[in-house]
C-alpha cells in the first residue's frame, strides 16, 4: 500500500487511463523512446503554427505519475507567457499543472488546451543573443525541474524536420555565416529571421538535420538545334527559281528537304516522335499492374475500415470498463452501499424495539453491531477518497 492510499496496481490503472485520454484527446500525439530516463513515458506532438513553421512539445510522464504531475516542454527555444524562463521551457502556466490532481485532472484536455493556446499565440523563438545568456549560466540551482533532451535523432520526434517551405536557403546560409563568424558557443546559433537551426544537443553531440542539397536533374538527352538565320541553300537562287518554287508546292516541298536547316529540325523531330512513342508504349505496359494495383489498395481499404471499425468499438468498450473504476462511481458504490446498510440497520432496530426480532438479545446485538460497522467503515472511505479526488492530503 503505497502513501496515497492504493497500491501499484491502482497506480498503474490509473496512469493507463490517463494516457488513453491524452490520445482520445490528442490524436496526434505520438508515443517516443526514453532510453536515458528509465521508467519514463514519453509523447511528442507537432504544431504547426500560422507561418507554416512547426515546433514540437514534449509530454513525459514520470514513474510516479499520475501522483506526480506531467513535465511539458517544448524543444525549441522560444518564448510564452506560459513558459518557464529557466531554460528548459516548461509549460507552467496552465492551470491544471499547477494544481494537477491524480484523480480529477484529465491530461487529454490539459494538453490539447495548450495546444489551442500556443497555435492561438504562437510562442516567439529565440534569437541566439537571448539565448547566450541562459547558455552559459544554465538554469538556477533552486530549479527541481528535469530537461528533458530530445534523443539524438536527424528529425524530431514526429518524423518532421524543423523546416518549412522557404526556409531551407535561410538555414543555409544562416550555417555558413556562422562558422564565418567563428560562433562556436555550444553548437546553439540562430539565423537573421531568429529562427533556431534544427539541431539538438544530446549527451554532447550536435546532430544537425540540415537536410542535404538536392542532385541536379538530370540533363535532356536531346538539344534543339539553333535557329539560322541565313539560309544559302536559297541565297544562291535567283528570281525566277524563287518564283517558280512559290508557283509549284511539290517542287517547294522537294527543295525544303535539300535545305540543311530544315534537315536538322527534321531530324530532331523525328527523334522527338520515336522517343514519345516508345515512352508511351512502356506506360501502357503498366497498364494491368496498376489496375491490379488498384485493386489491392481498394481491398486493403476495405480491410482497413474494418479494423478501425473494430478498433473504435474496442476503444469504447475501454473507456466503458475504466469509466466503473473511476474515483466518482467508486464513491457512489460505496455511498450505495452505506445506505443499504444504515437502512437495513434502522429495519433491525424497528424489529427489535416492536418485539419482533425472534432470536436472542444478544444475537440481535451482533448483527446490530455487524451492520452499523459496515456503515460506519464505508462512509469513513467515502470521506477518505473525497478527500484525495478534491487534491487534500492525508
Not at 513525459?60 to 505519475?65: E, G, M, P, Q, Y
Not at 491490379?292 to 480491410?303: A, G, Q, R
Request: charged letters at 25%.
Amino acid at each position: 500500500m503505497s502513501d496515497y492510499g492504493y497500491d501499484a496496481r491502482s497506480q498503474q490503472h490509473f496512469r493507463d487511463q490517463q494516457i488513453a485520454e491524452l490520445r482520445t484527446h490528442n490524436p496526434v500525439a505520438r508515443q517516443v523512446p526514453t532510453p536515458h530516463q528509465p521508467g519514463t513515458t514519453a509523447f511528442s506532438i507537432g504544431l504547426q503554427l500560422k507561418d507554416r513553421t512547426i515546433i514540437t512539445m514534449r509530454i513525459a510522464l514520470s514513474k510516479d505519475f499520475p501522483q506526480a504531475p506531467p513535465v511539458i516542454q517544448m524543444l525549441s527555444k522560444c518564448s510564452h507567457p506560459w513558459l518557464s524562463q529557466d531554460g528548459y521551457f516548461c509549460v507552467i502556466g496552465h492551470a491544471g499543472l499547477k494544481h494537477w490532481n491524480s484523480h480529477t485532472s484529465n491530461l487529454g484536455r490539459i494538453v490539447k488546451e495548450i495546444v489551442n493556446e500556443f497555435c492561438t499565440r504562437p510562442p516567439a523563438r529565440l534569437t541566439s543573443r537571448a539565448n547566450t545568456g541562459s547558455t552559459r549560466a544554465g538554469p538556477p540551482s533552486s530549479v527541481t525541474q528535469h530537461s528533458y533532451q530530445p534523443p539524438p535523432t536527424s528529425s524530431t520526434p514526429l518524423g518532421i524536420t524543423n523546416h518549412h517551405p522557404g526556409s531551407q536557403s535561410t538555414t543555409s546560409s544562416s550555417s555558413s555565416s556562422s562558422k564565418n563568424n567563428g560562433n562556436s558557443s555550444g553548437g546553439s546559433t540562430s539565423n537573421k529571421n531568429g529562427l533556431m537551426p534544427p539541431s539538438y544537443s544530446s549527451g554532447g553531440k550536435t546532430t544537425d538535420t540540415t537536410p542535404s542539397v538536392a542532385p541536379p536533374k538530370p540533363s535532356k538527352s536531346w538539344t534543339m538545334p539553333d535557329v539560322e538565320t541565313t539560309f544559302p541553300e536559297v541565297q544562291s537562287l535567283s528570281a525566277s527559281e524563287i518564283q517558280s518554287l512559290m508557283d509549284d508546292d511539290s517542287a517547294l516541298n522537294t527543295f525544303c528537304g535539300t535545305v540543311d536547316g530544315v534537315q536538322k529540325f527534321t531530324a530532331v523531330l523525328t527523334a522527338l516522335r520515336k522517343k514519345n512513342g516508345d515512352a508511351a508504349e512502356k506506360n501502357l505496359s503498366h497498364e494491368d499492374e496498376i489496375t491490379t494495383l488498384k485493386t489491392e489498395i481498394n481491398s486493403l481499404h476495405d480491410v482497413l475500415k474494418e479494423k478501425k471499425k473494430a478498433y473504435d468499438a474496442l476503444v469504447e468498450r475501454q473507456r466503458a470498463i475504466l469509466s466503473k473504476s473511476s474515483p466518482t462511481e467508486l464513491i457512489r458504490k460505496l455511498q450505495q452501499s452505506a445506505d443499504q446498510l444504515e437502512l437495513e440497520s434502522e429495519e433491525l432496530a424497528d424489529e427489535f424495539t416492536n418485539d419482533d426480532y425472534e432470536n436472542s438479545q444478544k444475537e440481535w446485538q451482533k448483527e446490530f453491531l455487524k451492520q452499523r460497522e459496515g456503515y460506519h467503515r464505508r462512509k469513513a472511505m467515502i470521506t477518505r477518497y473525497t478527500e484525495l479526488s478534491n487534491g487534500g492530503e492525508r
